[in-house]
Structure formats: structure tokens, C-alpha cells
């Protein structure tokens, strides 16, 4: 029997990223609102730690594919978001109980970084569909929130705000991937899915006598 793959691409890989982030922004809502404590700290890193291998895996296939805003987004959410993200939180639960001071307010330093970056690129995902758009504005209004906590210019009353918008986030990403799997394994939009914002060309008319 012949079990030759005659499959000659690489599917999309965007729905796993999509999922990891999910899992990331509803594991982020559950610590900022307090959902759990932060005795959760040392699980939460292990997720992340998940999340990177999986975002690693779909930038580098994101940009073979020349999928230049996702790859890159997904490569830098999966070394800094995940990674980092995921060791720092398991480094810092273990350094407080042990009693050792650090000063966490460096976070906030490389936060600043991710957060202003995502913004500029914010215009490029305005040609994805409308829903990965609505994803990115969400992160878009939590991420400054986050920096601004750990640099300790906002208190942490201030948590709840990005809470909302991660699990905001995290929802539409859920239905986007869903939508992307189901639809592509059926070959017809069965989960709807918006295309991009559209926006008007206004045309600037000269009238001359």
C-alpha cells in the first residue's frame, strides 16, 4: 500500500500560536485578578514554558511561509512572553521564599521594549482578518498597564484593567484558531470569519474655473 504524503506545504501554523497566546492572556487574567494567588507562580511558568515551544515552532514556519508580521510577532512573543516569561516566574517565586531581594522593576525596563514595539507594528496586522486586529488592540491596552505596574509607577490596583483586556484577548484567539482549523478542514466557512478593516479613500477634488 502507498502512503506516499502528497501533501507538497506546510499548513498554517497560526491557530497553535494562537492557542498558546490564549493560554497565556487567561493564565495572566487569573493572577491579576486575583482569580488565584500567586502561589500559582511556579505552574504559570511551566505553561509559559509550553507556550514558547509551541510560538517558537510557528514563527520559524510563519516566516518560511514569508509571513513577515506574524513570524516576527510570534518569534519575539515566544522568546520574551513565553520564555522568558516562564523562567523569571518560577526564578521569583523560589527567590522570595528563599528570602532573596531582587529588584523586579527591570521588568518593566524590557516590558517597555515589547510593549512600545507591538503598538508601532500594530498597523501591519490591520490586513489580517479583523479579529486577529481586535487581538492585537487588546494587548495593545494591557501591555502598557503591565509595564507601567512593574516599574512601580502603578500600583497594582491598576491590575485589573489588563486582566480584562488579556482575557479579551485570549477569548477572540480562541474562536480565531477555531474558526481557521474548522474552516480549512472543511474547505467552506463554517465559523465565521471577518476579513480585514477596511478603510475609505477619500479623494481630495480640485475644481479650477
Not at 494567588?37 to 509551541?54: E, I, Y
Request: hydrophobic share 55%; charged share 10%; net charge positive.
Amino acid at each position: 500500500m502507498n502512503h506516499e504524503n502528497k501533501i507538497k506545504e506546510w499548513s498554517n501554523p497560526t491557530p497553535a500560536g494562537l492557542v498558546a497566546l490564549a493560554i497565556a492572556c487567561f493564565c495572566f487574567f487569573a493572577i491579576l485578578s486575583g482569580k488565584v494567588t500567586h502561589d500559582a507562580m511556579p505552574l504559570l511558568g511551566t505553561w509559559l514554558l509550553g507556550g514558547f515551544v509551541v510560538q517558537f515552532v510557528v514563527a520559524l514556519l510563519d516566516l518560511k511561509g514569508g509571513n513577515n508580521t506574524g513570524g516576527n510577532t510570534f518569534l519575539f512573543f515566544s522568546a520574551f512572553f513565553m520564555l522568558v516569561g516562564g523562567m523569571g516566574m518560577i526564578m521569583k517565586f523560589n527567590m522570595i521564599n528563599k528570602g532573596i531581594v531582587f529588584d523586579a522593576r527591570i521588568d518593566g525596563w524590557a516590558w517597555m521594549v515589547l510593549t512600545l514595539s507591538l503598538i508601532l507594528w500594530t498597523p501591519a496586522f490591520f490586513k489580517s482578518t479583523r479579529l486577529l486586529t481586535i487581538v492585537i488592540l487588546a494587548l495593545d491596552v494591557s501591555l502598557p498597564f503591565i509595564t507601567l505596574m512593574d516599574l512601580g509607577i502603578l500600583p497594582k490596583t491598576y491590575a485589573i484593567i489588563p486582566a480584562w483586556g488579556l482575557l479579551s484577548a485570549g477569548i477572540v484567539a480562541i474562536y480565531l484558531a477555531s474558526a481557521i482549523v474548522v474552516n480549512t478542514a472543511y474547505g467552506k466557512t463554517v465559523y465565521p470569519l471577518p476579513g480585514p478593516f477596511e478603510f475609505k479613500k477619500r479623494s481630495l477634488k480640485i475644481v479650477t474655473e
